[in-house]
């Protein structure tokens, strides 16, 4: 069974930092595309970044890049989200995803889920 | 980057089907067959029901069908049930490893 599990948010002041971690079991974790996607109180869903199966390649949404940095270690199953600078607009509900597939289109869709961490930036 | 754009509600009672539309551009839905949707209940975390296009996930019930037609996918809901009442999203692969998610629907079982 893939688990996911997510840890680390809390409540910040702006313009600070704060690391957030995924742990991953059930699965090979090395092999898979992960995904950061945030959920603002009472919003959608918004992508945040992505990470290669060797953290190579990370990509991230505009309005992150720069302060954010995705990572992870694959000998420990873990997945980071470095956030700088915090932003009030930054407090959201923090999801780790498990990529469907290890290659091709199947690298492309969110399947397995954590249950997030809260991340709040108070002024 | 702009979110793709859903109807904020749909209702319907038990037993009948409805549709949720999902429109972005030719630079992401258009382009790509890699619109995938999902199912989130108060307080949970997303549930993927349908991935390229059109896919299901097993175990996902067959009441829960994708489409597209240019840069409009939809999510058709037949034989709607009471624990289908949820907030569904849709995305898009938008290219060079980035995704955009629709605004969301929530889904009302009258």
């Known amino acids: 069974e893939v688990k996911l599990v997510e840890s680390g948010g809390t409540l910040v002041h702006s313009g600070r930092s704060l690391r957030v971690s995924c742990v991953a079991s059930?699965?090979?974790?090395?092999?898979?595309?992960m995904f950061w996607v945030r959920q603002r109180p009472g919003e959608g869903l918004e992508w945040v970044s992505s990470?290669?199966?060797?953290?190579?390649?990370?990509v991230y949404v505009d309005s992150v890049k720069g302060r954010f940095t995705a990572s992870r270690d694959n000998a420990r199953n873990t997945l980071y989200l470095q956030m700088n600078n915090l932003r009030l607009d930054d407090t959201a509900l923090y999801y780790c995803v498990k990529a469907r597939g290890s290659g091709g289109a199947s690298q492309h869709t969110f399947d397995d889920w954590g249950l997030g961490t809260l991340l709040t930036v108070s002024s | 980057q702009s979110a793709l754009t859903q109807p904020a509600s749909v209702s319907g009672p038990p037993g009948q089907s409805i549709t949720i539309s999902c429109t972005g551009t030719?630079?992401?839905?258009?382009?790509?067959?890699?619109v995938s949707w999902y199912q989130q209940h108060p307080a949970g975390a997303p549930k993927l029901i349908i991935f390229e296009d059109n896919r299901r996930p097993s175990g996902i019930s067959s009441r829960f069908s994708g489409s597209k037609f240019g840069n409009t996918a939809s999510l058709t809901i037949s034989g709607l049930q009471p624990e289908d009442e949820a907030d569904y999203y849709c995305c898009s692969y938008a290219g060079s490893s980035t995704y955009v998610f629709g605004s969301g629907t929530k889904v009302t079982v009258l």
């Open positions: 059930g699965f090979t974790f090395k092999d898979y595309t």
């Open positions: 030719s630079r992401d839905v258009g382009i790509y067959n890699l």
């Open positions: 990470v290669s199966w060797n953290g190579d390649n990370t």
